[in-house]
């Protein structure tokens, strides 16, 4: 007995459908750049504000590498600050030769311009001494009694602090630090919490410490 097999149907062929769209490709996205802040900018004229800041205001901050700023009187003459230390004028210390001074703005208090500065020690034997003594003698206040300038010469340093190079901070560059420092420290301390008042102190302020 003989298997019988099934015959096989013949499958039709399939119409083309047509040419293929080729595949669309997109771009790869790229991140946006953040903007470049601008540089800051230097004060344009830093001799302008140099000769208005020294002038107006007599005080500035001598800025010691290494060390903290000290504020001190000046008096300014012929684009140089003269500042004068010793027994009986203002504390500071040895200055190096290569520091920064920033002078204040007279009509808010706040900094106005920071440079660097050459200091050097001024002596009788100097040109400027005369015209500089001068200059410091008319700013001083409450001067003792007595030739002022002698003293200066026996007891006290007189230096010349010399604007050079190009700002450091002004007018369109400040950074962004608020310049605050702490306090010296010192001895100095209170020995009591209040006042003495006269007759004691007012019903209305009795037990209201603070």
């Known amino acids: 007995m ?3 097999t099934t015959p096989t149907v013949p499958t039709e062929p ?4 047509g040419p293929t769209e080729p595949s669309v490709q997109t771009e790869p996205t790229v991140p946006p750049v953040p903007p470049v802040p601008p ?10 504000l140099l000769a208005e800041a020294g002038k107006k ?6 800025d010691i590498p290494g060390d903290r700023a000290w504020p001190a009187w000046h008096a300014w003459l ?3 600050a003269y500042v004068v230390t010793g027994p009986g004028e203002q504390h500071l210390p040895a200055l190096p030769a290569d520091l920064a001074v920033t002078f204040k703005s007279k009509d808010t208090g ?5 440079v660097p500065a050459h200091a050097s020690v001024l002596t009788p034997d100097d040109e400027s001494w005369e015209a500089a003594t001068a200059a410091l ?20 340093t007189v230096y ?15 950074s962004d630090g608020s310049g605050a420092a702490q306090p010296v420290p010192t001895t100095a301390t209170t020995a009591n919490w209040h006042p003495w008042h006269l007759k004691g102190r007012p019903k209305w302020r009795r037990g209201t410490r603070r």
Request: glycine share 12%.
């Open 78 to 80: 012929d684009g140089t």
């Open 57 to 62: 205001s007599g005080l500035l901050w001598i």
């Open 160 to 174: 010349a602090l010399i604007p050079s190079g190009d700002a450091l901070e002004g007018p369109g560059s400040y």
């Open 137 to 156: 003698k008319a700013s001083r206040l409450n001067s003792p009694a007595g030739d002022t300038v002698a003293r200066w010469a026996a007891e006290a």
């Open 14 to 17: 399939t119409e083309p459908t």
């Open 110 to 114: 706040g900094r106005l311009v920071t």
């Open 2 to 4: 003989t298997e019988q």
């Open 39 to 48: 540089e800051p900018t230097k004060p344009s004229n830093p001799g302008a």
